[in-house]
């Protein structure tokens, strides 16, 4: 038993990269394309391309672009199981990119992603799988909350270990550290990056914010952007791990690039302190280029079918 499940958001990205400052009222010239993205998509995908070979994503998407986004997953060796909304349109991110930094803002409508919901938790989500994660955007609307809470208590009733990233400071804030804490009790993994860490505990600096949500899950791993990222166990940090340093192009997905590759490298039998360091490197090769998926195709093929080549 080995497979990965993750349940999150698959999300329609329009990346617009820009380098004058946005001129209001008239227009700004960019680089724009449209892609496929999702904290959770993303995550599945960065997890197939460190070679996990069951990596398995649920969410929900809207009917318009719902093959595209199964095409694309499977290209990267994700086998989907996407619930089709017939209401609700696919989630849609318009990222923002400068592109002297390659620093992004999202602007987001949720669609379809936040709809998921218990009923669409499959009796059999659970089988073969050695992991579940959940992308914490689950937990900023009650619909998908519930879901999240579903997979929460059967992972609890066969012994299957779960992370969970935080995904949003700005959602994070809305919603209240107290409700998000007492929401992912139980997780064996959290990985938060440094401002969702100081959110999470009131600690500004990240080693003390690690430290102190290490007391409250098993395993703890912060990232911090360009300085690496930082575990913690037992109520201290146990390892650090440094970022390579690299040419940024787009920042969007990094995070989710760490997450993937750090559960891959733990179902591969990794320690915490290997794993961080294996997604410090997918992290800073997926800031190299726009969007936030690893290239398409090179991830391990889906048992429901092979990748097909060309873009999505």
């Known amino acids: 038993m080995s497979g990965l499940l993750v349940v999150g958001d698959v999300v329609t990205d329009v990346v617009a990269r820009y380098r004058a400052p946005l001129a209001a009222a008239t227009d700004t010239a960019a680089d724009i394309r449209t892609l496929p993205g999702g904290a959770g998509a993303n995550a599945a995908c960065w997890a197939a391309r460190a070679g996990c070979a069951d990596v398995r994503l649920l969410a929900r998407v809207g009917t318009d672009r719902a093959d595209w986004h199964e095409e694309s997953l499977r290209r ?39 709809r998921l919901s218990s009923g669409d938790w499959p009796p059999d989500a659970l089988d073969g799988v050695a992991r579940l994660h959940l992308s914490g955007y689950l937990f900023f609307a009650p619909t998908s909350a519930e879901a999240a809470r579903t997979a929460l208590a059967s992972a609890d009733e066969r012994g299957v270990p779960v992370s969970v990233d935080p995904a949003s400071a700005g959602f994070l804030a809305r919603l209240g550290r107290d409700r998000f804490l007492t929401a992912v009790e139980g997780v064996e993994l959290l990985l938060p990056n440094a401002h969702e860490a100081a959110l999470l505990t009131g600690l500004p600096a990240p080693e003390a914010a690690a430290a102190a949500l290490s007391r409250r899950f098993p395993l703890v791993a912060v990232t911090l952007g360009g300085g690496g990222a930082l575990v913690a166990e037992g109520g201290r940090v146990v390892a650090k791990a440094a970022a390579p340093p690299v040419r940024v192009v787009d920042t969007t997905g990094a995070g989710d690039a760490f997450t993937g590759a750090f559960l891959a490298a733990r179902l591969a039998g990794a320690g915490p302190a290997a794993a961080a360091e294996a997604g410090c490197r997918a992290g800073a090769e997926a800031v190299t280029r726009t969007g936030g998926r690893p290239p398409p195709g090179q991830g391990a093929s889906p048992r429901d079918g092979n990748p097909r080549d060309g873009n999505p």
Do not use: M, Q
Not at 79 to 100: Q, S
């Open 76 to 114: 990267a060796g994700v086998r989907p199981l996407l619930v089709r909304d017939p209401e609700a349109p696919t989630a849609t991110v318009i990222a923002l990119v400068d592109r002297d930094d390659g620093e992004r803002t999202f602007l987001t409508e949720s669609g379809a992603a936040l």
